[in-house]
Every structure is written in C-alpha cells, then in structure tokens.
C-alpha cells in the first residue's frame, strides 16, 4: 500500500462522493478504500474526511491535502503522458558520440537528413578520438571504430573504416607519382605524431607490400596531416572518410588504386533496452541504414 496509491484513492474518494463510488472506479473494496484513508490520516496525523452514514465532508486539513494531491497526480500524469509519447514518437535530447573524422565529414552531413526527419529530435554530438563509455559518460549511442570489448552494449556493424594514400597534383608535380608503394621510400611521407607505426601496409596482386616510412612531419592529429598533404608538403595515409572529398575535387590524387589498404571495423553501439526510446529507435534505423555495410 504505497502512498502515492493512497493519495489517487483519497482523490478519487472526494471526486466520486463517497467509498462505495470511489470502490467501483478503482476496482477496489469499500473495505480498502477505507483502509488507505485510515492509513493517510494515521500518517500525516490529521483528520482528512468527516464522514457521517449519510454524507461525507473534507476537514480543513483534507483541503489543503486535496490541492496537494491533485497538484502532485496531475504533474505524474503529465510525465507520464511525454514519455509514453517519447516511446512512440521520436522526441527529446539524444546525445550520440562519434570519432572527429568521421563525425565531422560523414556524420554530421548526414544528419541533416536525419534532423529533417525526425523535427521532434535535437541532437547532442560529441566528436572525440578517445575511447568513451557510453553508461559512465551519458551518452545513449557511440560510434566506435576497432575491436568491441564491451559485452554490455548490443553493436550493430556499419561499413569498414577504410584508408586511403594521396598527395596534392603540386606535391606529385614536383617530386613524381610514385607508381608503387615501394617508390614511398623516396618520397616524403606525413606521419600521424602518436602512431607506433613505422611502416604502411598494402596488399596487391603479389600479396602484401611493407614499406617503411620515414616522415618528415608529424601532426598530431587527422585533419592537420590533410592540411598539409592539400599544401603539397607530402604523401599521407589518413581515412577515406577524410580525404575522400579533396580525392573527387581534384584537390588530391588517390595512389595504388590496385592495392589494397588495412581497414578497421566500425560499429554503432548502444545499451540492451526492451523499452528503446523512439528518438534511439530513429537514429539507429537511420544510421545503419546510411553507413550500413
């Protein structure tokens, strides 16, 4: 006997007009209806009803404890109904996040579609490169490239991060175009600055090709390697997601176009729900549906 069920049959006692009414509308005994009464009244330790055979009357302390609980049932209600509704239709505040190259170049381009879709939805867009949790961190939807570890969290696949080698028609003017990934050896290489790789791996028709790379600048970050290989500085080795425009413009050539280039798994993940929101639900479909594999 909880008191917020108490506090709906005392409302409903006054609205109805006496125990027996308020019984056939709660489905519930006279005897139990009156058992929450006593039990309210025992708690707050006041009269909230003066009751006769023939007629019942709210005390002044029942009076202001009516407005309380109208007040109260009527804002539970009111919550109530917005979820419900949350379930049904995509609305609310989704907080999704995903890693900056692909975020920045793929994602957010197609999240106008998304957010043209589905207009009751606002969208929170964190873009970092390192690994976040997505119950510790608040987050209800990550994009993850690499390996899954999290047992917790259902994944759907969405298509291979690919990579892709290019340089600028300037750089490829001045030094050559290197016809095969052995030629990088003579050729100035951009270097992501944290990577313990020295060596960019290929796989042609006569297998897989090492070359050791030798850069002569390193940037620390994917968009500062694209900068610099668009000013002519060097060759770079940096997700198709990125260079992929500046390859169809012109502004870059793609290299080895008969070979093949490593590529890691991406994933959209979010948490087991049986009772998934419709604005998750939404961007789910959505994105699996746009980057599926």
């Given at each position: 006997?909880?008191?917020?069920?108490?506090?709906?049959?005392?409302?409903?006692?006054?609205?109805?007009?006496?125990?027996?009414?308020?019984?056939?509308?709660?489905?519930?005994?006279?005897?139990?209806?009156?058992?929450?009464?006593?039990?309210?009244?025992?708690?707050?330790?006041?009269?909230?009803?003066?009751?006769?055979?023939?007629?019942?009357?709210?005390?002044?302390?029942?009076?202001?404890?009516?407005?309380?609980?109208?007040?109260?049932?009527?804002?539970?209600?009111?919550?109530?109904?917005?979820?419900?509704?949350?379930?049904?239709?995509?609305?609310?505040?989704?907080?999704?996040?995903?890693?900056?190259?692909?975020?920045?170049?793929?994602?957010?381009?197609?999240?106008?579609?998304?957010?043209?879709?589905?207009?009751?939805?606002?969208?929170?867009?964190?873009?970092?490169?390192?690994?976040?949790?997505l119950v510790d961190d608040g987050y209800e939807a990550l994009i993850r490239i690499g390996p899954l570890s999290?047992?917790?969290?259902?994944?759907?696949?969405?298509?291979?991060?690919?990579?892709?080698?290019?340089?600028?028609?300037?750089?490829?003017?001045?030094?050559?175009?290197?016809?095969?990934?052995?030629?990088?050896?003579?050729?100035?290489?951009?270097?992501?600055?944290?990577?313990?790789?020295?060596?960019?791996?290929?796989?042609?028709?006569?297998?897989?090709?090492?070359?050791?790379?030798?850069?002569?600048?390193?940037?620390?970050?994917?968009?500062?390697?694209?900068?610099?290989?668009?000013?002519?500085?060097?060759?770079?080795?940096?997700?198709?997601?990125?260079?992929?425009?500046?390859?169809?413009?012109?502004?870059?050539?793609?290299?080895?176009?008969?070979?093949?280039?490593?590529?890691?798994?991406?994933?959209?993940?979010?948490?087991?729900?049986?009772?998934?929101?419709?604005?998750?639900?939404?961007?789910?479909?959505?994105?699996?549906?746009?980057?599926?594999?």
């Amino acid at each position: 006997m909880s008191q917020f069920e108490s506090m709906t049959v005392f409302t409903r006692v006054v609205e109805a007009g006496s125990f027996a009414a308020a019984a056939k509308t709660l489905t519930l005994s006279p005897t139990m209806i009156a058992n929450h009464i006593r039990k309210l009244e025992e708690e707050l330790g006041v009269r909230l009803l003066n009751r006769t055979t023939r007629r019942q009357s709210l005390t002044e302390a029942g009076i202001l404890y009516l407005a309380h609980c109208q007040s109260i049932l009527s804002q539970v209600a009111e919550v109530r109904a917005e979820l419900l509704a949350q379930r049904s239709e995509p609305r609310g505040r989704l907080r999704v996040s995903a890693p900056v190259s692909f975020g920045v170049e793929r994602l957010i381009p197609a999240m106008a579609d998304f957010l043209a879709a589905f207009p009751g939805v606002d969208l929170a867009l964190d873009l970092n490169d390192r690994a976040v949790d997505l119950v510790d961190d608040g987050y209800e939807a990550l994009i993850r490239i690499g390996p899954l570890s999290d047992s917790r969290l259902i994944a759907r696949p969405l298509a291979p991060y690919r990579m892709m080698v290019a340089a600028s028609p300037a750089y490829l003017a001045r030094m050559g175009s290197p016809s095969a990934p052995d030629d990088l050896a003579h050729h100035t290489c951009l270097a992501f600055r944290y990577s313990a790789k020295s060596k960019w791996r290929f796989t042609g028709e006569d297998g897989p090709v090492s070359v050791a790379i030798h850069p002569r600048l390193e940037v620390n970050s994917g968009p500062g390697l694209r900068a610099a290989a668009l000013a002519g500085i060097g060759v770079v080795l940096q997700p198709e997601a990125l260079l992929a425009n500046d390859v169809a413009a012109g502004r870059l050539i793609a290299l080895f176009p008969d070979h093949e280039l490593p590529s890691r798994p991406m994933n959209l993940l979010f948490q087991k729900d049986r009772r998934m929101s419709a604005k998750l639900r939404s961007f789910i479909d959505f994105t699996v549906e746009r980057f599926g594999p």
